[in-house]
Each structure stands twice: as structure tokens, then as C-alpha cells.
């Protein structure tokens, strides 16, 4: 009963260095996403899937890349980060819509968080 | 483009007093959901409800119940009784709905702290 696994939960950089955080899901579904989350700012999104292969930008994309490679993994990666991307970071995963329905009923399952710091 | 507002920051609370979070929101759909979401300072986020926008029924599950009102683009979260448990952050959130099968993001509010007192 795995649902979202996001690794790592704990990560320090220094400014410029990259990194890359991986998400795992293990209920088949189509939409994944990544937020980031701020005091006082809620959660924004950041990039998106909606599908295998496919991605794209959402609210704050800048300063982050994605990939969906495989259905189950997305992944996030910092090329130079910066102190500006100190955040938690969370994945989330959603099923997509049978053909003919909606997809905006399905919940969002979310992985437990990755703290980044940047220094 | 949609948009939800969680107005209250922060509410403390001391513990057996009710407490309403406030949620109002703006869409140009005419179908979409509401959900609301619980981070305890554990940091997971935990889904408590989905509402559709044509279902105006308050649900009571527990102690929590919510009061969904198209009119005045509400969806408000009551907590009876309130325990030191609850203490979080609350987490509204807004789905269109796409018929196509498109993906529908989920917007977020702010988020609002409670902090119940013992």
C-alpha cells in the first residue's frame, strides 16, 4: 500500500549544484504533478503530466525540469539551484477520466514531501 | 482562470470550541469540485472531502461538516468540538471539470493554521 513514494525527504545544496527528485506511484494513474509548497504561499504547481512521455509547465515552472519516462516515475530536477528553491516539495498523483467523464472529480494522492534547502 | 481564497491565515482555538474555515472561490465553469485537504504538522497532506458543484447538500462526517453554497461561491469547512488533533493546516482546493478527459488541475488556497489550545 505504497500510493506516492517521494525520494529524498531530506536534501541540503549549495547554490549552482543540481539535483534530481524522483516520485514513484504505484496505482497505475495517468496525471502526476509537482507542487511546491511556501509559508504563506499554499501549494503552487510546478510541472505536470498527463501521461507517459508527456509534460508540461504549470503555475512557477521556472528554474525546473521534468520527465515521465515511465508512467509510475516523475521526476524533478534543479539544474543550478538557488536559495529561491528552498521549499518542500510535493508529488502528487491522480487517476485520468474514463472516456466520456470528467477527470476533476479524481483526488489527488500526495507523496509525504521533500524539505530542500539551498544555501 | 480559477482562483480560491482562503481568507483567515491562522485561528487558535481552545479545545470543545466550534470553528468554521472559510473558502470562497471563482470559476467560469459551470461543473467543477471542491475539495478540502488536512497537512498536520506531520507534513502529509491528507484528503478529507470532494463535493461537485451540482450537489448543494451539506455533509456532516463526524465532527466535521461542510456547508457548500453556489450563491455566495462558499464551500466552508466546520469543526465541532474541536480537539488538539486537529490542529494543521487546511487546504481548499478547486477542480473544473473537463469532458473531454483533459487534465483538470487543482487550484489551491493558501491554507489556513489552526491551532487548538488544551
Known amino acids: 500500500n505504497a500510493g506516492v513514494t517521494q525520494t529524498p525527504k531530506f536534501r541540503v545544496l549549495k547554490t549552482g549544484q543540481s539535483m534530481t527528485l524522483l516520485c514513484a506511484q504505484d496505482m497505475n494513474h495517468e496525471y502526476m504533478y509537482w507542487y511546491r509548497q511556501d509559508p504563506g504561499m499554499g501549494l503552487r504547481l510546478i510541472h505536470y503530466?498527463?501521461?507517459?512521455?508527456?509534460?508540461a509547465k504549470g503555475e512557477v515552472p521556472d528554474g525546473y525540469n521534468v520527465s515521465r519516462l515511465k508512467k509510475q516515475n516523475f521526476l524533478l530536477g534543479l539544474e543550478s539551484a538557488a536559495p529561491s528553491q528552498t521549499s518542500v516539495y510535493f508529488c502528487?498523483?491522480?487517476?485520468?477520466?474514463?472516456?466520456?467523464?470528467?477527470?476533476?472529480?479524481?483526488?489527488?494522492?500526495f507523496g509525504a514531501g521533500s524539505r530542500l534547502t539551498v544555501l | 482562470a480559477q482562483k480560491v481564497t482562503q481568507a483567515q491565515t491562522e485561528i487558535s482555538v481552545v479545545e470543545k470550541e466550534d470553528v468554521t474555515l472559510d473558502c470562497v472561490y471563482e470559476t467560469r465553469d459551470t461543473t467543477y469540485y471542491l475539495f478540502w485537504y488536512k497537512q498536520p504538522p506531520s507534513g502529509e497532506l491528507v484528503f478529507l472531502i470532494r463535493r461537485n458543484s451540482f450537489d448543494e447538500q451539506n455533509e456532516i462526517s463526524g465532527r466535521y461538516s461542510w456547508n457548500f453554497q453556489k450563491s455566495t461561491s462558499s464551500f466552508n469547512f466546520t469543526i465541532t468540538a474541536s480537539q488538539v488533533v486537529d490542529s494543521a493546516v487546511y487546504f481548499c482546493?478547486?477542480?473544473?471539470?473537463?469532458?473531454?478527459?483533459?487534465?483538470?488541475?487543482?487550484?489551491f488556497g493558501k491554507g489556513i493554521t489552526l491551532s487548538v489550545r488544551p
Open positions: 482546493a478547486l477542480s473544473e471539470a473537463h469532458y473531454t478527459g483533459a487534465n483538470s488541475k487543482l487550484t
Open positions: 503530466s498527463v501521461g507517459e512521455g508527456t509534460t
Open positions: 502528487a498523483s491522480r487517476g485520468g477520466a474514463p472516456r466520456g467523464r470528467d477527470s476533476g472529480a479524481n483526488v489527488l494522492t
